[in-house]
C-alpha cells in the first residue's frame, strides 16, 4: 500500500454507492486529485464533516487501482463556515471552486499557482474583510493568467500599441487598437479598464476606489472573457479526429532464409 500526503482545497463532492462519496480536491503538489472517501455518508462519520467543498485540508491517501483513497483529514481552515451564512460571499466561492475545476482538467498535472490562488480567494471571501465581487474578480484575472489567458488591459491584444485604447475585443484578448479594432468591439470606460489592471495587479487601493459602474463593466468583462476561454477550451473536443481504431497487421515471423 503507497500512502501519499498532500495539502489541498476541496472542489467537489459526489456521492459513491450506499455510503461512500468522490471527493475532488485541488492540492499543493498533486494537482487535481480525485479520491473515495468511504463511509462518510454515515451521520458517525467524522471524516465526512471534514472534506465538505470549500474546506482546505491536510490529507493522507493511499493510491488505489482506479481511484485513490482518503485516510485521514485534518482541517487546516474550516472556509465554508465564514461562505454559507452570506449569499454574495457564498456564489462566488462557488465560481471559484468551479473555475478551478474547469482549469484543472488534467489530474496529477501539478497546479501549484492555481490552487495557492482558490485558497487565497477563499480565505479572503470568509473573513470578508474585502468586497466579494472584487474578490472574485481578481481571483478569475489571476487565474486566467495561470492559464495563459491573460487580456490585453492597456496595449493592444493584436500589435501590441501601447495605449490606452477605447476598444475592448473579448475574442481579440482585450483593449484593441483603433486599427485591430474587430467589428462589435465594446468600448469600456476608462475606469473600468484602471480597475480591470488593478485586480490584476493586487492594486486593492486604487480597486477599492472604483465606483460601482466601473465594478459592474469590469465584472462583466472579466466573465465574458473567462467564458469564452473556457468555451473555446471546450470547443476543441468535438475537433479531435475520432477514427475507426485500425489495428496494424501483426508483423511476419522473419525469414529464417
Ligand atoms: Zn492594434
New binding site residues.
Given amino acids: 500500500m503507497s500512502l501519499y500526503r498532500d495539502t489541498g482545497v476541496v472542489l467537489r463532492v459526489q456521492k459513491l454507492g450506499e455510503a461512500d462519496r468522490i471527493i475532488t480536491l485541488i492540492t499543493q503538489k498533486h494537482g487535481k486529485v480525485r479520491a473515495v472517501a468511504k463511509g462518510v455518508r454515515r451521520t458517525t462519520s467524522r471524516l465526512g464533516a471534514r472534506v465538505e467543498p470549500f474546506a482546505h485540508v491536510d490529507v493522507q491517501f493511499y493510491t488505489g487501482r482506479t481511484l485513490d483513497v482518503i485516510t485521514q483529514v485534518h482541517t487546516l481552515d474550516a472556509f465554508g463556515a465564514g461562505l454559507v451564512h452570506d449569499y454574495q460571499r457564498y456564489t462566488a466561492a462557488c465560481a471559484v471552486l468551479e473555475t478551478a475545476d474547469r482549469m484543472s482538467a488534467e489530474e496529477g498535472e501539478p497546479v501549484l499557482r492555481l490552487y495557492l490562488l482558490v485558497a487565497g480567494a477563499l480565505r479572503a471571501l470568509a473573513d470578508g474583510h474585502r468586497d466579494a465581487s472584487l474578490v472574485l474578480d481578481a481571483f478569475l484575472l489571476r487565474a486566467m493568467a495561470f492559464a495563459g489567458w491573460s487580456p490585453a488591459i492597456t ?7 501601447p495605449g490606452p ?1 477605447r476598444a475592448f475585443s473579448v475574442p481579440a484578448g482585450g483593449s ?6 474587430p467589428p462589435g468591439s465594446a468600448s469600456p470606460a476608462h475606469e473600468s479598464l484602471t480597475l480591470m489592471n488593478a485586480l490584476a495587479t493586487g492594486g486593492w487601493d486604487t480597486a477599492e476606489r472604483a465606483t460601482d459602474a466601473a465594478r459592474r463593466e469590469t465584472s462583466g468583462l472579466v466573465a465574458a472573457l473567462l467564458q469564452w476561454h473556457l468555451e473555446r477550451q471546450l470547443r476543441s473536443l468535438p475537433l479531435v479526429e475520432r477514427r475507426p481504431f485500425d489495428p496494424r497487421p501483426p508483423t511476419p515471423p522473419a525469414d529464417p532464409d
Fill in positions: 496595449e493592444c491584444a493584436r500589435c501590441g500599441d485604447h484593441v487598437c483603433p486599427r485591430c479594432k
